[in-house]
């Protein structure tokens, strides 16, 4: 949906004054500065569609202090058993999260994660692979090039759209070969199912990856926030998860990137942020997005490939003479 449609249905924000700082029903807005369990005790049973976020993860991030892991999990069940109270029955929660790491040794936060969400009763619907291709490296293990989202539902009954998120087939002209449908199309005119691992964009005609770049420096979308979310991430699961006019709650805001794919399709948008300079610089994003200035990765952007020209393609002249006699020594194994 473009800057002038969103505008149709939302009224435009001239000052940060329009956005609401704390919960009213009437709101379409609700950016809340303080902790996440403030703003979620004010929110009403059975309320919000979707709540997709991305939580700490103890990391010792400059927005956070490093506690044990278990101490860590303890403090998010009480929170997500309160965001589950808020949840609508046909509504979803979206839980992004990577790797919790001590002394070299991963933890896998999904995986410590996941009996929490089940102990309260919710049903995994996708354990959802975000692969990209840039990221801090390692020397002693591989480098993490992934994140996964949990797809919880309240109950059997959840929307999803599916069409609203289809790729294009690898082969859509594949006709069925025997049966009553036999000599017609197989495939749906709207797409294929993009599949559990949202990966690059060019293997999505091939594959039906999904293409989202993490937020790195030379990202369009880059703020200060360590732990930035794209915003294509998030639009994608406020498509196919929610209706226009519902309300998609973020409790670990950030600088507002999924209040910002919300308010672009016409969702109610809510969200709490403890950090006062990320809630102010998601209050400038917001209203720079409605004043249309505000710079977005378009969803579906082809990742960037180099054509071998560029100089940081190439091998350096330092590298040269050993890489030439890699090569030579594999061709001398082969033959």
């Given at each position: 949906?473009?800057v ?5 249905h939302?009224?435009l ?10 919960f ?18 004010t929110?009403p ?7 997709v ?7 010792g991030?400059?927005y956070?202090?490093?506690?044990p ?7 998010q069940a009480?929170?997500?058993?309160e ?8 509504g979803s ?12 040794e991963?933890?896998p ?11 309260l ?18 020397s ?13 539902t ?6 999803f759209?599916l ?6 087939s ?16 197989s ?11 949202w ?7 091939e594959?039906g990856?999904?293409n ?8 369009p ?10 915003v ?10 929610t ?5 998609v709650?973020?409790?670990y ?24 300079v ?10 720079s997005?409605f004043?249309?200035?505000l ?6 952007k ?7 020209s ?5 091998i350096p002249p ?7 006699r890699?090569?030579?020594e ?6």
């Open positions: 949906m473009s002038s449609s969103a505008m149709s939302l009224p924000f001239e000052t940060a004054k329009d956005i609401a700082t704390h009213e029903p009437s709101a379409e807005i609700v950016l809340y500065h303080g902790d996440a369990s403030e703003l979620i005790s929110l049973d059975d309320f919000v569609k979707l709540i976020t991305s939580p700490p993860y103890n990391l991030k400059v956070e202090s490093r506690i892991i278990e101490e860590y999990l303890e403090t009480q929170t997500i058993a965001l589950v109270r808020v949840l609508r029955p046909d929660i979206c839980w992004q999260v990577g790797n919790f790491v001590k002394d070299g991963v933890y936060l999904d995986i410590h994660y996941y009996p929490i969400f089940k102990s009763g919710l049903f995994l619907r996708n354990r959802i692979i975000w692969h990209f291709g840039h990221g801090l490296h390692a002693k293990r591989f480098s993490g090039r992934y994140e996964t989202i949990l797809w919880f309240k109950s059997e009954d959840y929307t759209n069409d609203a998120v289809r790729v294009p690898k082969y859509p002209g594949k006709r069925h070969y025997k049966g009553p449908n036999k000599g017609k199309p495939g749906n005119p709207k797409g294929k199912n993009p599949s559990d691992v990966e690059g964009l060019v293997k999505e005609w594959e990856f999904w989202i770049p993490n937020v790195k420096s030379n990202h979308e880059k703020t200060i926030h360590p732990c930035q979310f794209p294509e991430l998030v639009e994608r699961c406020i498509l196919a998860l209706c226009e006019e519902d309300w709650f973020d409790p805001a950030g600088v507002g990137s999924a209040l910002i794919a919300a308010i672009k399709h016409n969702r109610r948008a809510m969200g709490s942020e403890k950090e006062c990320y809630v102010d610089i998601a209050r400038e994003r917001i209203v997005y004043n249309g200035t710079r977005l990765r378009p969803m579906g082809p990742v960037y490939q180099p054509t071998g560029e100089k940081v393609s190439q330092e590298w040269e003479n050993a890489t030439q890699r090569l030579l594999k061709k001398e194994e082969y033959e």
